[in-house]
């Protein structure tokens, strides 16, 4: 990486401001139900730790959109992190205001402090210069450990970088892009890509940077449908893409011309209903019936999927082959799932989703690397610069 990372560094009883993506879903009443990402942090907070460093925390946390809202106040987030560092954590209820500055100035080497939400600020999204300035206030060194948040140009990701007298990059960031790096611009051969999810256009980026690169590209999820119906074939209820089929088609062609496997779901398990306990059965994906829906991929496509995927060396998936919160149509997903497990081969999980998937069916520490950003690893994963990445100091 040509980026100055946290080894580069003297961080020796420093003030170092961190930016880590502590965005964690939480349910109804507030609590955190997964500490993923917190625990993703801890290596690059406890190696500060160690150092004996001031350690100043900053994230931001769901859509407050510029404002304070209750709810959204980062407190279940800093108990979270307390009980797995075992070590009282200051969270104050600014970011940079009269409570952040008298905690931060009331710091003790090993101490840690974490900042209000910053999306509490409307600098933050504006890339503030002024909101960047003062978050670079609490900073001998910024530390920039979000990885989940390096596709956004943010104050506190981006901006603050212009303040400080070093910018690195943390453990976690450091590793997703050197780990994805490999896959990026060294990939053992075969290389093949797993593309599911929702839709098409989230993708057409990264399927269009895939498609120069591997030798074998599986299309399934709900975007197949669209490049089902690129075939010309009836696709019911399903969810489709109209002003994406043409380029569906476009990319079938590509494909071709690139020789590149690109292999489409030959068929699908359908459903009359967008329901759990809807009826549901598997067909050819020719015979898409009308008022029914396609939710998954079929079981010929699931072996023709492990044919392919069985002497690849490196792999890429991102997004699930069917709406796997639902079990009767999850099957796919886990399939595909268990033969990334079982394979010799550099696997590597994007996507928000399909790392739930992945975990969900327990075999987490069967893969490679699952990242922990899901906009920023198809960013990635599409050539593209990470904005919050550039940002950092070169070494
Ligand atoms: P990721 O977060 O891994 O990038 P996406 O967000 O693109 O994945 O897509 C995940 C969503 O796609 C899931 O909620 C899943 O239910 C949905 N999905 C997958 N297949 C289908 C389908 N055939 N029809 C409708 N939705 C689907
Ligand atoms: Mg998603």
Redesign the pocket.
């Given at each position: 990486m040509d980026k100055k990372v946290l080894k580069n560094v003297n961080v020796d009883d420093k003030q170092v401001l961190v930016r880590v993506d502590f965005n964690v879903p939480v349910d109804d009443e507030g609590n955190v139900t997964d500490a993923t990402r917190v625990e993703a942090a801890l290596p690059t907070i406890k190696y500060l730790l160690k150092h004996d460093a001031k350690v100043i925390l900053m994230a931001h946390f769901g859509r407050p959109g510029g404002e304070v809202k209750e709810d959204l106040r980062l407190d279940p987030v800093a108990q979270v992190l307390s009980n797995k560092l075992n070590k009282k954590v200051t969270k104050v209820d600014d970011t940079v205001e009269e409570d952040a500055q008298k905690a931060v100035a009331n710091m003790e080497k090993g101490d840690v402090v974490l900042l209000e939400n910053t999306r509490f600020n409307p600098g933050e999204k504006k890339n503030d210069p002024e909101f960047s300035k003062q978050l670079a206030q609490f900073a001998d060194i910024y530390v920039n450990d979000a990885f989940g948040a390096t596709h956004r140009a943010h104050a506190s990701t981006a901006g603050v970088a212009d303040y400080v007298d070093e910018a690195v990059a943390g453990f976690l960031i450091q590793n997703e892009l050197e780990t994805m790096g490999q896959a990026v611009y060294n990939p053992e051969h075969p290389y093949v890509a797993i593309i599911?999810?929702?839709?098409v256009s989230?993708?057409i980026g990264v399927i269009e940077t895939l498609i120069e690169k591997v030798d074998a590209l599986l299309i399934?999820?709900?975007m197949?449908?669209t490049f089902i119906a690129a075939q010309g074939y009836e696709t019911g209820d399903?969810?489709v893409e109209e002003d994406k089929i043409d380029l569906a088609g476009e990319l079938i062609e590509k494909a071709k011309a690139k020789g590149v496997n690109l292999v489409l779901p030959e068929d699908v398990v359908i459903a009359d209903d967008?329901a759990a306990d809807a009826d549901n059965k598997a067909v050819p994906a020719d015979e898409i019936e009308e008022g029914w829906?396609?939710?998954?991929i079929g079981p010929k496509t699931i072996e023709k999927f492990s044919a392919v995927l069985k002497d690849a060396k490196t792999v890429v998936w991102?997004?699930?082959?069917?709406?796997?919160?639902m079990d009767a149509?999850a099957k796919g997903t886990n399939q595909v799932a268990k033969t990334l497990a079982n394979l010799d081969a550099m696997t590597i999980i994007?996507?928000?989703?399909?790392?739930a998937a992945v975990k969900k069916a327990g075999l987490e520490s069967e893969m490679t690397h699952i990242s922990t950003g899901?906009g920023a690893s198809?960013q990635f994963f599409e050539g593209k610069p990470l904005q919050a990445v550039e940002a950092l100091d070169n070494k």
């Open positions: 599911g999810g929702a839709k989230d993708k399934g999820g709900g197949a449908n399903s969810l967008f829906q396609a939710l998954d991102n997004g699930p082959m069917g709406v796997f919160e149509f994007g996507g928000g989703d399909s790392a899901g198809l």
